[in-house]
Every structure is written in structure tokens, then in C-alpha cells.
T-cell receptor, first 112, second 116 residues
Framework: GESVGLHLPTLSVQEGDNSIINCAYSNSASDYFIWYKQESGKGPQFIIDIRSNMDKRQGQRVTVLLNKTVKHLSLQIAATQPGDSAVYFCAGNSGGYQKVTFGTGTKLQVIP | GAGVSQSPRYKVAKRGQDVALRCDPISGHVSLFWYQQALGQGPEFLTYFQNEAQLDKSGLPSDRFFAERPEGSVSTLKIQRTQQEDSAVYLC??????????????FGPGTRLTVL
């Protein structure tokens, strides 16, 4: 089955600095990947996704990079703000009807 | 517009008790998903509906878990004879389209179930 996991459980970043959150996956057949942000007491919120035929995708202050050779995914957050403090999950969709497999999450702590 | 809502937000049950968790998806959304999230873990898929049809229930951990969406909108996740290992946050998500097309899932706030 598909496995999506994260390298680091926590990440502390100074406000204004850039953040990089990493993720590894095992299923090379995955169609696309999604990054979610989950704040305490809330459900996951979609941040950005990327198809398996792309290497990079940019959003507002966020960039997702996909390295299929080493099965690695990263989320870059520019100019990290206190409101970015949350747990970030990578997730993989292995095709079909959108079934999503989540990793265990990285907690991002922004230091003011 | 309203997002996905879930009720109750918190539920405490005694072991052996039956519980029912409700999900109100975004109006018009075809797809509905249930996930289970243990403390400190990522959500794990339980089941998927496309309209009223339950197309995948492979993630339900046992036959004590049952989900329905009889009219293709509101869904209920029922857990019979609850056990302590059922304690988790149960998340519901909906998305506009069905089938294999990629589209965003919108999550509700979840129901935190604690089984004593």
C-alpha cells in the first residue's frame, strides 16, 4: 500500500524566515500530492497540490517541490508568519476517486 | 457560505455505548469522506460516498463501524459498542465532484470522541 511520511516531527522558525517542511513517499504510482495545514481544533485546510508530472508549483507564499527520483516532497513557506503556526501534513492520492493517504505531520512553530 | 459542519463537536461515551456522529457537507458536493485521526497522527481514511452510494468502506476498522448517506447529503457515522481504542477525532470532508477527477476536499472541524 501507499505510505506517506515526514522526516521531522517539529520545526521551529523565526518569524520572517523561510520554512521548509519535508515529506517522503513510497508509492511511485501516486497521481498527485497535497499539502494540508491543520490548526488546533480544526480540520485540515488545503494549501497546495501538485501533479506527479510536475516538479514545482507555486502559490501565495508557498511552493511545493516534487522530486520523483528520490520520492521526496517539500513545502516551502516564504516569510513565515505567526499565523503559519500549525501542523502540516503531506498527503498522496493514488488515483481512482480521490482517496487520500496522510503522513504523520510536522508541527511548525513560529518564533515572534 | 457555510462550510462542512459536524456535530457534536465533543462526545464522551462509556465503553460499550453506541454513538452517532453527524456530518453536513457543503451543499451540492457530490463526494463525502470520513477520516479517523488519532492524537498526534494524520487522518486515516475510513469510507467514501459518491452521492448516496458508499463506494469504498475499506478503511472502517471493524464491523462496529457503519456509515450512511441516505439522501446524498447529510451523513452519519455510527459506532456500536464503543471501545477505548475508538477514541479519536472523526473528520468529515466533502468535495464538489465525484469520480477520478482531482478536486479539493473541504474538511469539517471534526468530532472528538472519548471512550471511557
Amino acid at each position: 500500500g501507499e505510505s506517506v511520511g515526514l522526516h521531522l516531527p517539529t520545526l521551529s522558525v523565526q518569524e520572517g524566515d523561510n520554512s521548509i517542511i519535508n515529506c517522503a513517499y513510497s508509492n511511485s504510482a501516486s497521481d498527485y500530492f497535497i499539502w494540508y495545514k491543520q490548526e488546533s481544533g480544526k480540520g485540515p485546510q488545503f494549501i497546495i497540490d501538485i501533479r506527479s508530472n510536475m516538479d514545482k508549483r507555486q502559490g501565495q507564499r508557498v511552493t511545493v517541490l516534487l522530486n520523483k527520483t528520490v520520492k521526496h516532497l517539500s513545502l516551502q513557506i516564504a516569510a513565515t508568519q505567526p499565523g503559519d503556526s500549525a501542523v502540516y501534513f503531506c498527503a498522496g492520492n493514488s488515483g481512482g476517486y480521490q482517496k487520500v493517504t496522510f503522513g504523520t505531520g510536522t508541527k511548525l512553530q513560529v518564533i515572534p | 457560505g457555510a462550510g462542512v459542519s459536524q456535530s457534536p463537536r465533543y462526545k464522551v461515551a462509556k465503553r460499550g455505548q453506541d454513538v452517532a456522529l453527524r456530518c453536513d457537507p457543503i451543499s451540492g458536493h457530490v463526494s463525502l469522506f470520513w477520516y479517523q485521526q488519532a492524537l498526534g497522527q494524520g487522518p486515516e481514511f475510513l469510507t467514501y460516498f459518491q452521492n448516496e452510494a458508499q463506494l469504498d468502506k475499506s478503511g472502517l476498522p471493524s464491523d462496529r463501524f457503519f456509515a450512511e448517506r441516505p439522501e446524498g447529503s447529510v451523513s452519519t457515522l455510527k459506532i456500536q459498542r464503543t471501545q477505548q481504542e475508538d477514541s479519536a477525532v472523526y473528520l468529515c470532508a466533502s468535495s464538489l465532484l465525484g469520480g477520478p477527477l482531482r478536486n479539493e476536499q473541504f474538511f469539517g472541524p471534526g468530532t472528538r470522541l472519548t471512550v471511557l
